[in-house]
C-alpha cells in the first residue's frame, strides 16, 4: 500500500531505538501496531459496508423493476379467478342468497330490530316478512353492537 521495503524499516527501528531507548521501545512498538491495527479495521470495515450498501442499491433497484412487472400479472390472475368464482356461485350458495344482496351489517341489526319490535306489539309477524325469516332470525347468532364512534 504505502511501498514501504525492508531498508526503510530496518532504519526506522533503529532511529526509534536511538530516541526512546531500549526501555520504552517494546511499548511504542504495541501502540503502533494497536494503531495501525485499528485504522487497519476502520479501513476494511468502511470498505464492507460501502459494498454492502452497494449490493442493497442494486438488489432495490432489481425488485423494484421485477415488482412492476409482476404486479399487473398478479392482479390480472387474480380477477381471473374471481370471475370464475362468481361463475360457480350458484353451485355453493342456495338460490334465496344469490339473487338478493346482503344489506350492510347496521343495516340488518337496524331491520331485524324493527321486526322483532313489530312482531312483538302484535303478536305475529311484521307484514312482508314471512314465517321462515323469524326462524331464521332466531337461529342466526347476533354479534354483538358496535359501540364505535
Request: aromatic share 4%; glycine share 8%; hydrophobic share 35%.
Amino acid at each position: 500500500m504505502f511501498d514501504i521495503g525492508f531498508l526503510e524499516l530496518l532504519i526506522c527501528g533503529v532511529i526509534a531505538l536511538l530516541v526512546l531507548g531500549p526501555e520504552r521501545l517494546p511499548t511504542a512498538a504495541r501502540a503502533a501496531g494497536r494503531w495501525v491495527g485499528g485504522a487497519r479495521r476502520m479501513v476494511s470495515q468502511f470498505t464492507s459496508e460501502l459494498d454492502r450498501q452497494l449490493k442493497a442499491d442494486e438488489l432495490r433497484e432489481e425488485l423494484r423493476k421485477a415488482g412492476d412487472v409482476g404486479l399487473d400479472d398478479v392482479q390480472k390472475t387474480v380477477r381471473g379467478a374471481l370471475d370464475d368464482a362468481k361463475k360457480y356461485e350458484h353451485m355453493i350458495l342456495p338460490e334465496n342468497e344469490t339473487q338478493k344482496p346482503r344489506p350492510a351489517p347496521a343495516t340488518r341489526r337496524v331491520a331485524e330490530s324493527q321486526q322483532t319490535s313489530s312482531s312483538d306489539d302484535e303478536g305475529q309477524p311484521a307484514p312482508g316478512s314471512d314465517s321462515n325469516s323469524t326462524a331464521d332470525q332466531t337461529a342466526t347468532p347476533q354479534s354483538p353492537p358496535d359501540n364505535r364512534s
